[in-house]
């Protein structure tokens, strides 16, 4: 059974920093594309940045860009994203999703290509 499990999340204030972990249990970790996404209340929930397997290779979607940072420990079955200059906007309930899709350079911001899902760890930022 493969379950991402996300921690690191919390109550920061505006411009201050956060670094929001998830652990994968189950199947070899760099088997997995990896990718976050994050829910506002009200909202849909919208992509935030993406991994390839090896890692060498990262996307971002423009609110995260220049701000955040995604990263992943292979040896550690762990994915990171380091979160500055945090924003209220940033509010919102983060997920980490795992592919099985593609080679080891697929990277993708579609959360229907992700296989699995973590439960989600809340992240409040204030003004």
Known sequence: QVQPVESGGGLV?????LRVSCVVSGRTFNNYAMGWFRQAPGKEREFVAAISRSGGR???AGSAK???TISRDN???TLY????????EDT?????AASVRGDSSYVTPLPTMYNYWGQGTQVTVSS
Do not use: D, E, H, I
Not at 81 to 88: A, C, R, Y
Not at 92 to 96: E, I, K, L, P, T
């Open 13 to 17: 204030q505006a411009g201050g920093s």
């Open 92 to 96: 919102a309930v983060y997920y980490c």
């Open 58 to 60: 990262t996307y971002y």
């Open 75 to 77: 040896a550690k079955n």
């Open 66 to 68: 220049g701000r955040f």
């Open 81 to 88: 994203l380091q979160m500055n200059s945090l924003k209220p």
